[in-house]
């Protein structure tokens, strides 16, 4: 498996708390995600980096957002949780410079807001 | 916008038997297409991936196959095993700078013995 950390594992929080959940990557790979899974939604998009201070926004982004200091490391945060953001919370990294599109996924973040 | 919707929803079939998830993908410029199997309490994990210039891809008992006039590509699997139930995700991304997937919605295979 590549190199990816997430933490938490595990989170409960109350609506309108800040949450952060972090991801951790060893691999040096340039490019890196965030993702939601919800039942019947399957993988969507929040927000991704393409380098050092490089994010731009994805699919469901609203009440989320990104920063990334360093190349290993990619911070999501819910500035004021609600109960609609109760959901797993996938990071994920791939890297293009070498043409290898594939994408590799973290454990997984479960977040309940209460 | 962009879109990939993936069917069935759910899928059981006998054990030793084939099974065929499809998906379409709206954007004529997506150029690879990979299916990730989730276990419960897993994360997506790659099985087999697609380039735009290839038609058909295997991997012992999986296989990928593209359609780029259709705009659709499916997973099969062949002589099931129980350890192949799962929930199976396509995907399509436009690579070149814009490294966003797309995915499908997921199906449910059950393998039952």
């Known amino acids: 498996d590549a190199g990816i950390t997430q933490s938490p594992r595990h989170k409960v929080t109350e609506t309108g708390t800040p949450v952060t959940l972090r991801c951790h990557q060893t691999e040096n790979h340039r490019y890196m995600y965030w993702y939601r899974q919800d039942p019947g939604h399957g993988l969507r998009l929040i927000h991704y980096?393409?380098?050092?201070?490089?994010?731009d926004k994805g699919e469901v982004s609203d009440g989320y957002s990104v920063s990334r200091s360093k190349t290993e490391d990619f911070l999501l945060t819910l500035e004021s949780a609600t109960s609609s953001q109760t959901s797993v919370y996938f990071c994920?990294?791939?890297?293009?410079?070498?043409?290898?599109?594939?994408?590799?996924f973290g454990s997984g973040t479960q977040l309940s807001v209460l | 916008g962009e879109n990939v919707e993936q069917h069935p929803s759910t899928l059981s079939v006998q054990e030793g038997d084939s099974a065929v998830i499809k998906c379409t993908y709206s954007d004529s410029a997506s150029n690879y297409f990979p299916w990730y199997k989730q276990e419960l309490g897993k994360r997506p994990q790659l099985i087999i991936d697609?380039?735009?210039?290839?038609g058909e891809k295997k991997d012992q008992r999986i296989a990928v196959t593209l359609n780029k006039t259709a705009k659709h590509f499916s997973l099969h699997i062949t002589e099931t095993q129980p350890e192949d139930s799962a929930v199976y995700f396509c995907a399509a991304s436009k690579g070149g700078g814009t490294y966003k997937y797309i995915f499908g919605t997921g199906t449910r295979l059950k393998v039952l013995a």
């Open positions: 994920a990294i791939s890297e293009s410079a070498r043409g290898d599109e594939k994408l590799f």
């Open positions: 697609i380039r735009s210039n290839v």
């Open positions: 980096s393409y380098g050092v201070k490089d994010t």
